[in-house]
């Protein structure tokens, strides 16, 4: 069965600082692999998605960016983080319409 | 600009009462449509999900219901258990083919013993 894995479950860095979430999938090849942010009282915004390695399409512009290094990672970084990246961002892959997400990962930028 | 739109932002309900959680969309071009359910803390969990070919399916507890001609849809749990208190999610798919989803923004579900 697949699995699907983040690291950190939880983060609190300066304004200003670097960011490198990871995401990975088990059990898998080639799937669709997602970054969503849901801030605090809101729903789940798509920030990119990837259909294959280095490809990446970005939903919103920002300062994080993503990268997909091999068939089953996924990173999102960012050089210089801001208040406003604070939130709880969620990894997901698929091979059609259902996507199957992640534990999250709770970034607090301070 | 809105797509998904989940209007109740809170829902009640006793244990054992049917809960209705409705969602509605403005693209028509939308053809898949899907719930999710997400507890604090964690990732959201995909629960059932409904093509624009079909107006119903079930699963269970958890029925969808897709009202093509007011783009509308709901999700029926019954019976509500106090374990079905969660956050819920609609989204929809087809615009792009089924890479993207369009995720309205959540109704939290109480049931309460």
């Known amino acids: 069965s697949q699995t699907i894995h983040q690291w950190p479950a939880t983060l609190v860095q300066p304004v200003g600082s670097p960011l490198s979430l990871e995401c990975t999938v088990e059990?898998?090849?080639?799937?669709?692999l997602y970054w969503y942010r849901q801030a605090a009282g809101r729903g789940l915004q798509l920030l990119f998605y990837?259909?294959?390695?280095?490809?990446i399409s970005s939903e919103v512009p920002q300062n994080l960016s993503a990268s997909r290094p091999q068939d089953r990672q996924f990173i999102l970084s960012s050089k210089k983080l801001l208040l406003s990246d604070s939130g709880f961002y969620l990894c997901?892959?698929?091979?059609?319409?259902?996507?199957?997400f992640g534990p999250g990962t709770r970034l607090t930028v301070t | 600009d809105q797509q998904v739109k989940q209007n109740s932002p809170s829902l009640s309900v006793q244990e054992g009462r049917i809960s209705i959680l409705n969602c509605d969309y403005t693209?028509?071009?939308?053809?898949?449509f899907l719930w999710y359910k997400k507890y604090p803390a964690e990732g959201p969990t995909f629960l059932i999900s409904?093509?624009?070919?079909?107006d119903k399916n079930e699963d269970g507890r958890f029925t969808v219901f897709l009202n093509k001609s007011a783009k509308h849809l709901s999700l029926h749990i019954v019976p509500s258990q106090p374990g079905d208190s969660a956050v819920y999610f609609c989204?929809?798919?087809?615009?792009?083919?089924?890479?993207?989803?369009?995720f309205g923004t959540g109704t939290r579900l109480l049931v309460s013993p």
């Open positions: 997901a892959w698929s091979f059609s319409y259902e996507q199957y």
């Open positions: 409904i093509s624009s070919i079909k």
């Open positions: 693209n028509s071009m939308f053809d898949y």
């Open positions: 989204a929809a798919s087809g615009l792009t083919g089924f890479q993207k989803l369009v």
């Open positions: 059990g898998t090849s080639n799937p669709n």
């Open positions: 990837s259909v294959g390695i280095g490809q």
